[in-house]
């Protein structure tokens, strides 16, 4: 049985919660009869609890071997970044005392990615992918322009020209980043592997074409977020657009950063509720209770090539349309036809509006469009083929 190892700082399972893909990637892999070992940190701060316990913790999840390592816990930026130091470390020295004769290896970025066991795989002649989930460093230029935060974009930007030297391959998750990586980094497209978010998918979800009834007692249109609470996601945009539609509803579960705006806006909106933080085995459950979901993203240049939010793949899942607040070219719910995209107030303004006038049978036939879409383009079962197609 072929052995390979995923490193990520943060690597998630159903039950301990984000980051899912790198779940997803191991759990396809074993199904194809690999053997996969998740190396990560005890500690990343949205787990839905710590795994820090003793110098590595073992677990066994649905045949995927996890060692999460030991770690400190943080609250602030500079105890983040000596949590990421702390991994980058210990990961150096598990992937030398267990993991050096494995024939390949997955980095998956953080920011400030490990590159020790890079090196180690490298020397002893393994096959090395780097799995960029974010452009790295580019996605800074979105939070400012500070000294700080341009002296830690070049650290990162001369890191990641490290990685992307030495890597044999390169995964990337946006439909349009095989192209910038092209352009940017000189990257050969036959080196790139494009391997997008999405669900394991044994089938279709075979979502019916009748409208719904979930407003039987309700003729407001209920529209559902469930997702972290950040200006990122451009939540309290759209709650101040939202407010004005009287025959709208938006209901809105999770937790973050903007969570005392989203509990203001709530108490002063009518047709605005917020009900707090959901776990994970209950998100299905959730959005098969509303007629729309929402699913948004401040403007950015990296979005151009394309956006990859695990949400809106559970949107899809259950045959929800979405409404889409961003500009991308690459956006799955307008290539798809699952929704409306708009990238600006007021092209979002007139979606809402046109709301008041929406056919029930046109919502479910945008519902069907999107688990569809889903299936064909953004199954792990499906896509984790092309990753072996490219290991040696």
């Known amino acids: ?130 799995d960029i989930r974010d452009q790295w460093p580019e996605i800074l230029g979105d939070l400012g322009s500070s000294l700080a935060l341009k002296v830690y974009s070049l650290i990162l930007r001369l890191k990641k020209k490290m990685f992307l030297a030495i890597a044999d391959k390169v995964m990337v998750v946006k439909k349009g980043e095989p192209l910038y990586l092209q352009e940017n980094y000189s990257i050969e497209k036959s080196d790139i592997v494009y391997i997008p978010n999405g669900l394991l998918l044994n089938e279709d979800p075979g979502i019916s074409l009748q409208p719904n009834c979930r407003n039987n007692s309700n003729q407001r249109l209920r529209i559902v977020y469930v997702g972290s609470l950040n200006h990122y996601y451009k939540l309290t945009e759209f709650c101040e657009l939202v407010g004005k539609y009287g025959f709208l509803e938006f209901h809105i579960y999770g937790s973050g950063v903007q969570q005392k705006k989203v509990e203001r806006f709530a108490e002063v909106n009518k047709n605005i509720y917020y009900y707090g933080r959901i776990s994970p085995e209950k998100v299905k459950e959730v959005l098969k209770r509303y007629d729309l979901a929402y699913n948004g993203l401040k403007d950015s240049k990296m979005n151009q090539y394309g956006i990859s939010t695990n949400k809106l793949f559970e949107y899809f899942y259950v045959g929800l349309p979405v409404i889409s607040f961003c500009k991308s070219n690459y956006d799955p719910v307008r290539i798809s036809g699952a929704g409306f995209a708009g990238g600006s107030i007021t092209e979002m303004n007139k979606i809402l509006h046109n709301l008041q006038n929406i056919n029930k049978v046109n919502l479910a036939k945008m519902g069907k469009k999107g688990s569809q879409y889903l299936y064909e383009n953004h199954n792990f079962y499906k896509n984790i083929n092309k990753f072996i197609a490219h290991s040696n």
């Open 1 to 130: 049985m072929e052995e390979i190892v995923l490193y990520s700082h943060s690597a998630g399972s159903p039950q301990v919660g984000p980051n899912i893909r790198v779940y997803n990637l191991a759990k396809s892999l074993t199904e194809q009869g690999y053997q996969v070992s998740i190396v990560a940190s005890g500690f990343f701060h949205k787990y839905n609890h710590s795994q820090v316990s003793g110098y590595i913790n073992r677990k066994e999840v649905d045949g995927i071997h996890y060692l999460y390592l030991w770690n400190i816990e943080y609250e602030n930026k500079l105890l983040h970044l000596l949590n990421l130091f702390i991994y980058s470390l210990l990961s150096t020295i598990i992937s030398f005392s267990y993991f050096r004769r494995v024939s390949t290896a997955i980095i998956s970025t953080p920011p400030l990615l490990p590159l020790g066991p890079a090196i180690v795989h490298k020397v002893y002649g393994g096959q090395l992918f780097f």
